[in-house]
């Protein structure tokens, strides 16, 4: 597992790939753990791979698309961190990979292409960077600020036991759940977890929260996606059968429920959990969602602007601020699905989002 | 006493009266109706950014302005937005303010702003003018009646009559019948309906306000549907609207509940919604392909689509929206589908149609609301509906100057500037 306190030779490269898909209008993650789910003799989640950078956007329609970079330094060992490639961008399918090393040999260039995969060597992603970023020394530099810092972040909380879940959903579990799972996921790691623990005055814990943010509204795009190409004429509806993982599943769920509820005693009858309140808000929030669906494509890069520009403090990883960058209605469905996470009736929630909601 | 008025009713009834409490300054409004007014006022607010993302403060009050609400009042109602977690109110260094809406578009807003209203605690007197409202809604009523039901105090029973005079959401007549005192709400009835006094030397208030409120909640009732001796007199009498519908089931007629606080220039609105929503009760009802969706849906599938999908009965089910020149019949194959007319009228009464189906009231816009509503869509594109009723006895009148200016400030022009 690829751990924060080591030291990165490859750091270099995936900054410049980082931000190479920012320049593309991906939002990115650097260093992101892939496991699956074994039973053996016992259950268990061993890690597959590691992704070295990860980047999501989403068209008009709110279709996710994903690209996924290799960067390794030495020049050998092409084919294998190829093969790897290839394997992670079947696991996320995603659409478009990245080999990005020192140098790269022609015939792993020529198997690359064919399988839809670029390479890139040091000196052509630099090249590449420069036609994207006006200013790409400074912006890389803001890379390396924002990655260290958002390091330190980690590192500081790591030792606080009760957001170890929560750290390793971060890393890894999001990465493997489906997006309807990461939606309820979340909100209760959220409510169960986070706002018990966290403190809003605490600067570790804010982008804590802010990066959960992030991951929620992901979710809620793909949500969102499901419920449009669906049944865009019926959102109450379709957000409550495919946040439950459509019809089947939810019918599953609903089957499950009566049993339950059947066999306990009358006194002990559990609320309806596939009718929670954050179901009703859900549906509000996937609503304004899909009335501006391009204003809502944008709000993971938005979030990831918020994240390091005003939790972080780096400033010199973005030409403007949010309000130069990104629309009003784009701000603001990002603090909705935000609001919708960590929303609670105590207003602490609102504490953690207090400089993303000022924005 | 009465039965409690659902959340959904207290707010409904809220809104409707807020226009008349809003557009009249008075010290009796501001101390016994001080909560109603405050809730009424977040109602109107609501109503007129929803169905928005995100709206320019300054944009907002002058289209609040259209509705008489000055700044102190938008800016109170908007605390109470903030409250209900229906807006944020966000301020840049600049000083200039945006709101971002987060209205309820699924759950019933309604609901909440009664659950609010009473949350804050309202005046017993705030209570019972709410309730009386209701009644009058339905249908006019003898003041001691409602005196009686609701255990009203004479001297508050004078403060209510006297503030919803003064507000225009109350007025009196004398029965020409037994000459005593009859409320009845302008808010709701437009003019004094003459078939009910021959109904009420039949039968009691009682039993006729019980008889508009079954056909209120299912609006498009069938006659074949009526056993109820006051609604079977009621139908006869004219005093409920009815439509009637003939196709392969025989020609049917469909009940409904009297026009909102309607102008003359609206009723064809009404007449179309009514239309519109009876040809579908007809299906619902009668027809030999039977309706399998709620009303509501089908309607709700006409606006997006702007047809109805071929059917054999289509020609004869949906000829009355012919002749009021709602849609057109165009053949396909061997059968017939329906095209809605698109135009603004058309719109309206089929949005009109869909509350009726669903909600069972539906509210016409008057033109100062519609206008209100515009100021803040620059398409010109109306998108949702603000229930208002006002007596313009001094309707303010813009120059072409002014409306310039109005406009370029909604446009998002800084006031300063201009």
């Avoid at chain 1, 429920?257 to 929030?285: G, H, M």
């Avoid at chain 1, 809502?296 to 601020?321: D, E, H, I, R, W």
């Amino acid at each position: 597992m690829t751990s924060f306190n080591q030291s990165n030779k490859d750091l270099g490269l995936k900054l410049i790939t980082s931000r190479i898909f920012k320049g593309f209008g991906y939002a990115t993650w650097v260093e992101v753990d892939y496991f699956v789910h074994t039973y053996g003799k016992t259950y268990s989640r061993p890690e597959v791979t590691d992704l070295d950078v990860v980047g999501i956007a989403f068209d008009g329609d709110l279709t996710m698309r994903a690209i996924v970079a290799e960067c390794k330094s030495p020049e050998q060992g092409a084919a294998e961190d190829l093969l790897k490639l290839l394997g992670a961008l079947n696991l996320l399918r995603a659409s478009r990979g990245y080999l990005v090393k020192e140098r790269i040999a022609d015939n792993a260039r020529e198997v690359a292409s064919r399988n839809g995969v670029s390479c890139l060597d040091h000196e052509e992603a630099l090249r590449l960077l420069n036609s994207l970023e006006p200013d790409a020394k400074t912006k890389l530099e803001g890379e390396r600020q924002g990655y260290e810092a958002w390091t330190a972040v980690i590192n500081n909380l790591r030792n606080d036991q009760s957001l170890s879940s929560v750290l390793r959903y971060l890393r890894r579990d999001f990465w493997i759940y489906k997006a309807w799972q990461n939606l309820h996921n979340l909100l209760y790691l959220s409510q169960n977890v986070l706002l018990p623990h966290l403190n809003p005055e605490n600067e570790n814990h804010r982008a804590l929260i802010l990066e959960f943010c992030r991951l929620f509204n992901i979710s809620v795009l793909i949500l969102c996606n499901s419920v449009l190409t669906s049944r865009l004429g019926q959102i109450e509806r379709e957000v409550e059968v495919q946040a439950f993982g459509g019809p089947k599943a939810r019918r599953d769920r609903e089957r499950l429920y009566d049993e339950i509820t059947r066999a306990l005693p009358k006194r002990n009858t559990i609320p309806n959990p596939l009718d929670s309140r954050y179901l009703s808000q859900l549906k509000e929030v996937v609503t304004y969602y899909l009335m501006s669906p391009l204003a809502a494509s944008k709000t993971p890069m938005a979030l990831q602007q918020a994240l390091f520009q005003n939790y972080l403090g780096v400033n010199n990883m973005y030409y403007g601020t949010l309000n130069t960058e990104f629309s009003e209605v784009t701000i603001k469905l990002a603090k909705d699905s935000s609001e919708l996470l960590v929303g609670d009736d105590s207003g602490k929630g609102k504490e953690f989002l207090s400089q993303l909601l000022a924005i | 006493m009465s039965q409690e008025l659902t959340q959904q009713t207290l707010g409904v009834r809220i809104h409707d009266i807020n226009q008349g409490l809003v557009a009249v300054s008075s010290g009796l409004i501001n101390t016994r109706l001080r909560r109603t007014k405050r809730v009424g006022v977040a109602a109107q607010l609501a109503g007129l950014v929803a169905g928005e993302q995100v709206v320019g403060y300054e944009s907002l009050l002058v289209a609040a302005g259209e509705l008489q609400m000055d700044d102190t009042l938008v800016d109170r109602g908007l605390e109470d937005l903030q409250t209900l977690d229906w807006v944020r109110v966000v301020e840049r260094s600049s000083g200039a303010k945006r709101i971002e809406v987060k209205i309820p578009r699924l759950r019933d807003r309604y609901s909440e702003l009664g659950d609010y209203w009473k949350n804050l605690n309202p005046q017993e007197i705030e209570v019972q003018a709410i309730n009386i409202v209701d009644e009058l809604a339905l249908v006019p009523r003898h003041a001691f009646e409602l005196k009686d039901k609701y255990d009203v105090s004479p001297n508050d029973f004078t403060v209510i009559a006297d503030i919803g005079k003064s507000a225009g959401i109350i007025d009196a007549y004398d029965s020409p019948t037994d000459g005593r005192k009859i409320l009845y709400s302008p808010v709701y009835w437009e003019e004094h309906p003459t078939e009910l006094f021959k109904l009420e030397k039949k039968f009691k208030e009682e039993e006729i306000a019980a008889a508009i409120r079954q056909v209120r909640s299912h609006q498009g009732l069938s006659c074949d549907d009526v056993s109820d001796a006051v609604l079977d007199a009621a139908i006869k009498s004219g005093f409920l609207p009815t439509v009637s519908v003939d196709s392969t089931g025989g020609e049917k007629q469909f009940i409904f509940t009297p026009v909102e606080g309607l102008g003359k220039d609206r009723k064809t609105i009404y007449q179309k919604a009514m239309a519109i929503l009876a040809c579908v009760r007809y299906g619902q009802r009668y027809a030999g392909m039977r309706l399998i969706y709620p009303p509501e849906i089908l309607l709700e599938a006409l606006k997006r689509n702007k047809r109805i999908n071929p059917h054999s009965e289509i020609v004869t089910q949906y000829s009355p929206l012919v002749k009021l020149r709602i849609g057109r019949i165009k053949k396909i194959g061997t059968r017939w589908s329906f095209e809605l007319i698109e135009t603004p009228d058309n719109l309206e009464a089929l949005d009109l149609a869909i509350k009726l189906a669903s909600v069972g009231e539906g509210r016409v816009t008057d033109e100062r609301a519609r206008r209100a509503v515009q100021l803040l869509l620059p398409s010109g594109q109306f998108k949702t509906q603000v229930k208002t009723r006002i007596d313009y006895r001094k309707s303010p009148k813009y120059s072409i100057d002014s409306l310039k200016i109005i406009h370029a400030m909604i446009g998002g022009v800084s006031s300063d500037i201009i």
